[in-house]
């Protein structure tokens, strides 16, 4: 099983839609979890921290849930500008072990 | 945010010769740095973890023989890649903690990555 896994889509979505991915880790003791953008031939960007607790930033929502080990990302009112490669990455496990493991991204493409 | 810059952005060599790139944390300093590689349409793997004043720790299957890492200061890391083959043509990429605080992790933050062809 990999240790980070995603649906590498493409999903083609609608400009205005909602989109959602999931991710699913394979370390119970991953602490950290993050969802970074890659665009085509640049290096990943972070796009936000998951917490316990959810968390929201705008148009994006990220959630985590430990018991089934999965984190989710939603796009809400997505716009062309959205369209990337979206990057499910988690830490090594303990804190101050900085070590990421990244998923194959999720591509993502907004159609007009 | 914090910057990572990298140099060159891209390079193309002849098999058999030595590529040096270059990662520097621009307004932050950084006992840890690291290296990733990325294949076309591949997720980014971790090649190594670069300690400043140490050796650094490579990931297994790694030869740590033909990709030397130097960190010699806390704002600069250096890969190079001794007697580079096709193969080893890839999109290099480093990172760099920003140190975090006791509430959080910290944040890796990636250099624009060294686009490597050798032909």
């Known amino acids: 099983r990999k240790e980070v896994e995603q649906d590498p889509g493409p999903f083609n979505v609608p400009e205005g839609a909602t989109v959602a991915f999931n991710c699913t880790y394979s370390n119970s003791a991953s602490q950290s979890f993050f969802w970074y953008r890659q665009d085509c031939r640049k290096e990943p960007k972070l796009l936000m921290s998951?917490?316990?607790s959810g968390n929201e930033d705008g148009r994006f929502t990220a959630q985590l849930n430990r018991a089934s080990q999965y984190i989710s990302l939603l796009i809400r009112d997505s716009k062309l500008s959205d369209s990337a490669t979206y990057l499910c990455v988690v830490n090594g496990g303990n804190f101050g072990n900085e070590k990421l493991t990244f998923g194959t991204g999720t591509r993502l493409t907004i159609i007009p | 945010g914090a910057v990572v810059s990298q140099h060159p952005s891209r390079v193309i060599c002849k098999s058999g010769t030595s590529v040096k790139i270059e990662c520097r944390s621009l307004?932050?300093?950084?006992?840890?740095m690291f290296w990733y590689r990325q294949f076309p349409k591949k997720s980014l793997m971790l090649m190594a973890t670069?300690?400043?004043?140490?050796?650094?720790?490579?990931e297994q299957g790694v030869e740590k023989d033909k990709f030397l890492i130097n960190h010699a200061s806390l704002t600069l890391s250096t890969l190079t890649v001794t007697s580079a083959h096709p193969e080893d043509s890839s999109f290099y990429i480093c990172?760099?903690?920003?140190?975090?605080?006791?509430?959080?992790?910290?944040?890796?933050?990636f250099g624009p990555g060294t686009r490597l062809l050798v032909l």
């Open positions: 990172s760099a903690g920003d140190g975090g605080d006791y509430r959080i992790q910290e944040t890796q933050y």
């Open positions: 307004d932050f300093q950084a006992t840890t």
């Open positions: 998951v917490y316990s």
């Open positions: 670069s300690n400043e004043g140490s050796k650094a720790t490579y």
